[in-house]
């Protein structure tokens, strides 16, 4: 005689298939008779108001607002300068440290206290530690930077 060519682990696997078949089965027939004992109102809607908040109700239309699609602005809004006081490009400030042999430095702001870096790409003059200098700032990679630094 021939042994079954099902093992026990297919026959345990289709016994759960079964299962799952017969419990969704019941569920879909629950669902059935749940919604003929409630009037069979089907799915509720959810409405968004003017504000953006979910109501039961329908939105007023009055209370829509007419946008025109000139005037909706994509991108990143201009910049209004009328409040921003106008600042000293040129600032003063001393050498706290320089390496002649590496080829940069930091200066220290007389005004705010804030150390900037300065590299030799950046020099007007020769500088040395302590030297009194004036300089303008520039974005770097990592912060601020020293530039056009010449002695006073």
Do not use: W
Request: proline share 3%; charged share 40%.
């Amino acid at each position: 005689m021939a042994k079954s060519q099902q093992t026990f682990n297919k026959i345990e696997k289709e016994k759960a298939r079964a299962k799952k078949r017969e419990e969704k089965k019941k569920k879909k027939e629950a669902r059935k008779a749940e919604a003929k004992e409630s009037g069979g109102q089907g799915i509720q809607f959810a409405y968004v108001d003017h504000n953006g908040n979910l109501t039961d109700t329908p939105p007023n239309p009055e209370d829509k607002i007419k946008v025109k699609a000139e005037s909706i602005e994509i991108g990143i809004p201009k910049r209004d300068d009328s409040n921003i006081e106008e600042i000293d490009p040129i600032r003063k400030g001393k050498v706290s440290f320089y390496d002649n042999s590496k080829g940069f430095g930091f200066i220290i702001d007389t005004e705010d206290n804030e150390k900037y870096f300065c590299h030799v790409s950046g020099l007007l003059d020769e500088i040395q530690e302590n030297d009194k200098v004036q300089f303008e700032l520039e974005k770097g990679q990592r912060g601020m930077n020293a530039v056009r630094v010449k002695l006073i």
